[in-house]
Structures are given as structure tokens and as C-alpha cells.
């Protein structure tokens, strides 16, 4: 979520429940069909002209089309921007209740790629209730696109997300923060300086209307859980059946660098499930037991970490070798995902322990990502807030998180370029509040290195009996339709296409 946690990968508090909770349901009532043909600023709403663009296992059907934003709502009127957005029609028109907006994460995740890859599995769960919407935010995937000229040493994930020098001085993270600061505002123009949620809202909007929908119903999953809330906060007559899919803290002073810091508490939390997996006996059978004991594999992992940091090993790809911080990077991406990718991070670490391995590096890794997918997550997590500006304080605060969280050392607390954005936040964070229909269903694992239990706790109570939250006791991020737990696949989808939800919060054994 996210905070950095948004960056295309080409790219937690532990509820102490026992049993499932009774999930007795009331009904969503269905919205009405009748179009908006005017937003806020008094303009007609736009027209999609769809035309067929059917991918290699996408659904069946699926449709494409252009949408007109303003570049600034400030000046509808003015220059215009277009975002890419697909549609799947519902294949039982007799069931068809409405439309369901498919939010990625982020930010930077691209609504198309999503609704590509899980379209089959969305129609193939809600028997045609709806037809199926998704969309590039703007600067993403086929949407208009802007860059910030960035070296291509500044677009390696594991300088974007500032990993603090072996001995954990910041000069470094600090030098490039500013040069990379530097570079958008130099670069960037309007469209960078447009990338923010506040924005994302306001063309979720102006897709609506050009829909044709009075209502919308929502699957967002990380950074699209606020996108969610913040358009269910602005626009609460607007929304129907409203699921969020591993959430953040919603607090206008957490948003963002928050989020981020969260990362080092959350690594810890899952961390314990990959130790667990890389002792069981099991593992020898691959060659990727790492230890016999659970207990044993964090302090293995730390200390392989520390050496790599003293002399890093040649990898597969030249110039870019295994550091200490490439380590630790493919140890966080890899807690968000399952048994596969701990096998990945598993047989990396024990390449690394053999002088005759040649470590393999992931390809989120292996080299820079696109100039476009860096602007767009930099520019929107330093434009939705403000972030200190003093060096010094993210130093001190790098130096206390690597004593308590050695596994991530420092880097969730470390300084962004957002310490040096020229542009001040145009829009106010929303506070995410108890009012409002009562239509949402939280989805969310206990062991979320990416958006922590204790994060998403803070967003079920700030929408109070707004919400119902379904706890699945696993880890890794995302829930719904990613992971095969049936208990929590079988709510969300008994939610999003019969109305049924929960009278109380509900648990959901791993």
C-alpha cells in the first residue's frame, strides 16, 4: 500500500479471536439505473466510445475505451488528459444489479492489468451481477503519461525505497531524495504535479458519470482501500456495495509516510510464517530448508544480510550485484506473496551461502523500472500530504528503527523525496469518518507486511458501523481471490453479489 509499497513489482496488532463468529446477513438493497448527466462543475458527462480488446487470459469480451479528465479540476474546462479504461460486460444481463469498479494497488497499479487478470475469477464468483470497470489512473499503463527524467540508478526499487547504507548513514538516500525531487519538478509538468488521490477520486468520478451509473460498487485492494474511502467519504449517495481488501490507517497525519513506517513492524509480524516454512522438514526435499529450527532462520537472514553489506556477491546480472539491501528487498516482497515466492526467497538466500551459487535476482531487482511508474508513485505519495523536511530527523529516526526492526533497517522511516517536493499538497487529506451508508466490507489478513493489521484496525473504527471486517488468520497482502481462503472469499463474494453482510465483525481461520 502504497506508500512505496506501490511500486510495480515487474515490476500487524494480532486479533486474538478463535472460532468464526455467526454471520448472520442483512440486504444491501440494489441502486437504480437512472444516468448522471452533470458533475459538480455543472459539465456533461463524457462519452466512452468502447471498442473490443480481448487479451490473452483475459475474459471474454473485454472492452476498451478512452476517458476525458481535466488535467486540473480547477479548470475543467481547460487542458485535458485521457485515462484508459476497460469494461466487462455482465454475461447474464438478467442478473445484472450494477457496475463493480475494480481499484488497484498502488500507487501506480494499473486498473486494466487488474481486471485482465482477474476478470474470469470475478465473473466466475458473482454469477453476473455486475458488469466489471477498471481504469489506468492517470500517468499508469495507457493512460496520458508523464516522466521525471530519472537516472536509471534512481529507478532501482532498492533506491525508491531508501534502504540506509551498511552502517546505517543516510548521505546517500539523502543526495538522491533531492536529486530526485529535483528532476520532477524540473521535468515533471502539470501531470506530475496532477498525481494524487484527491485527483484519482475525482476521475473515479467523471467515470461514473460517463458510465452512466448513479451508483458504484467497489473491489479495492491496498492503496486503492483509500482511493475507496475517500470517494465513499466524498461521495456516499454514490456508492453501493464497497469492499476494501487490505487497508491502511486512514489518519490524515499517517497517510502515506505512515504507511511506509508501518512496513518495519509489519515485516516483523510475518517474517515468523517464512521462518516457519524454510524450517519444515519438507524444504530438504527442494534443498531450501534453511535451518532446523524456526527460531534459527531470522537470525540467519540478519547475519547473511550484514555480510553481503561487507562484500556483496556477483549475481546473474552484471553490474548489480546480491548486497545486503537487495537481500532484505526481495525478503519484503517476498512476505507479501505465497508459498512460491518464499521458495524464490529461500533459494536465493541459499545461493547466497554457497561460494559456488550464482545468485538469481528477481526481476523487481534486477534493474530500473520505467521512468513513467517511478513518476507516478513518487509524484502521488508527495503530493496527497506534506512530509518533514530536516535530514536530521529522519537520521535519528532510521537509527532507532534499525535497533528495533533490524529485518527492514531503516528504511520505513527513511527520508523520500517528498523532503524535497517543490509543490505544497493542493488538496487536504479527507478524514475517513463513521458517516455514511453502512456498506462496506473490510477484508484483511492478520499478518499483512504491506498494510498491517493494527494499520487497517484504525480504518474499521473510523468507519464505525459504516463497516464490517472479515479477519483471515494468514499472512501475505490481498485477500479476496488471491490466496484460495474459502472462508473469506466466500463473504466478500456473498456481500458483492447477494447483499449479504455481516451483522458482525467475522473471523476466518488460515
Not at 451509473?213 to 464497497?242: I, M, N
Not at 531470522?298 to 556477491?313: G, M, N, S, V, Y
Not at 516482497?333 to 538466500?349: N, P
Request: with cysteine.
Amino acid at each position: 500500500m502504497t506508500s512505496y509499497r506501490g511500486l510495480k513489482a515487474r515490476r500487524v496488532l494480532l486479533l486474538g479471536l478463535s472460532g468464526v463468529m455467526a454471520a448472520a446477513t442483512v440486504s444491501v438493497a440494489a441502486p437504480g439505473a437512472r444516468a448522471v448527466d452533470e458533475g459538480r462543475d455543472g459539465a456533461a458527462a463524457p462519452r466512452l466510445a468502447w471498442r473490443a480488446c480481448e487479451r490473452t487470459g483475459g475474459p471474454a469480451g473485454q472492452e476498451c475505451a478512452e476517458l476525458p479528465v481535466p488535467l486540473d479540476y480547477r479548470d475543467p474546462a481547460g487542458p485535458q488528459i485521457t485515462l484508459a479504461v476497460t469494461r466487462v460486460r455482465s454475461d447474464r444481463p438478467a442478473a445484472r444489479r450494477g457496475t463493480l469498479l475494480v481499484l488497484p494497488g498502488g500507487p501506480g497499479g494499473s486498473g486494466v492489468a487488474r481486471l485482465t487478470q482477474k476478470g474470469v475469477a470475478l465473473q466466475r464468483q458473482l454469477a453476473g451481477a455486475y458488469d466489471l470497470v477498471g481504469f489506468d489512473p492517470r500517468g499508469v499503463g495507457g493512460s496520458t503519461k508523464a516522466g521525471c527524467g530519472l537516472d536509471a540508478a534512481d529507478r532501482e526499487l532498492v533506491t525508491l525505497r531508501s534502504w540506509p547504507a551498511a552502517d546505517g548513514g543516510i548521505a546517500e538516500n539523502v543526495t538522491r531524495s533531492r536529486r530526485v525531487a529535483e528532476a520532477c519538478a524540473r521535468n515533471g509538468g502539470a501531470l506530475v504535479r496532477s498525481m494524487s488521490t484527491a485527483n484519482e477520486v475525482r476521475d473515479i468520478e467523471r467515470l461514473r458519470r460517463a458510465l452512466g451509473a448513479e451508483k458504484l460498487s467497489a473491489w479495492s485492494v491496498s492503496y486503492g482501500t483509500y482511493v475507496a474511502a475517500v470517494y465513499a467519504q466524498t461521495h456516499p449517495e454514490r456508492t453501493d456495495r464497497w469492499v476494501l481488501d487490505s487497508s491502511g490507517d486512514p489518519d490524515p497525519k499517517r497517510v502515506e509516510r505512515g504507511w511506509l513506517a508501518n512496513m518495519a513492524q509489519a515485516a516483523d509480524d510475518r517474517f515468523p510464517d517464512f521462518a516457519a516454512w524454510a524450517a519444515d522438514p519438507a524444504r530438504a526435499a527442494d534443498g531450501l530448508r534453511l535451518a532446523r529450527r524456526a527460531a534459527d532462520v531470522r537470525p540467519l537472514f540478519l547475519a547473511l544480510a550484514a555480510e553481503l553489506d561487507r562484500r556483496p556477491k556477483p549475481s546473474n546480472v552484471p553490474g548489480a550485484p546480491l548486497t545486503g539491501d537487495r537481500l532484505r528487498q526481495v525478503m519484503q516482497s517476498a512476505l507479501y506473496g505465497d508459498q512460491t515466492a518464499l521458495a524464490g526467497l529461500a533459494a536465493l538466500i541459499k545461493a547466497a551461502q554457497d561460494p559456488a551459487a550464482t545468485p538469481q535476482l528477481p526481476t523487481d531487482v534486477a534493474g530500473p523500472m520505467p521512468d513513467t511508474d517511478a513518476a507516478v508513485t513518487v509524484g502521488t505519495i508527495c503530493n496527497d500530504v506534506a512530509w518533514p523536511r530536516d535530514p536530521d530527523g529522519y537520521r535519528r529516526a532510521v537509527a532507532r528503527d534499525r535497533v528495533r526492526h533490524p529485518l527492514t533497517a531503516g528504511m520505513p522511516v527513511n527520508i523520500t523525496p517528498c523532503a524535497f517536493w517543490q509543490d505544497r499538497p493542493a488538496d487536504e487529506p479527507v478524514r475517513i469518518t463513521d458517516r455514511g451508508p453502512a456498506n462496506v466490507l473490510m477484508v484483511q489478513n492478520l499478518r499483512d507486511p504491506a498494510t498491517p493489521y493494527f494499520g487497517a484496525e484504525k480504518m474499521r473504527a473510523a468507519l464505525g458501523e459504516r463497516a464490517r471486517m472479515v479477519t483471515v488468520d494468514r499472512g501475505g497482502h490481498g485477500v479476496y481471490l488471491a490466496h484460495g481462503n474459502a472462508c473469506g472469499d466466500r463473504t466478500v463474494t456473498a456481500f458483492l453479489r447477494d447483499g449479504e453482510r455481516p451483522r458482525q465483525d467475522v473471523y476466518c481461520a488460515g
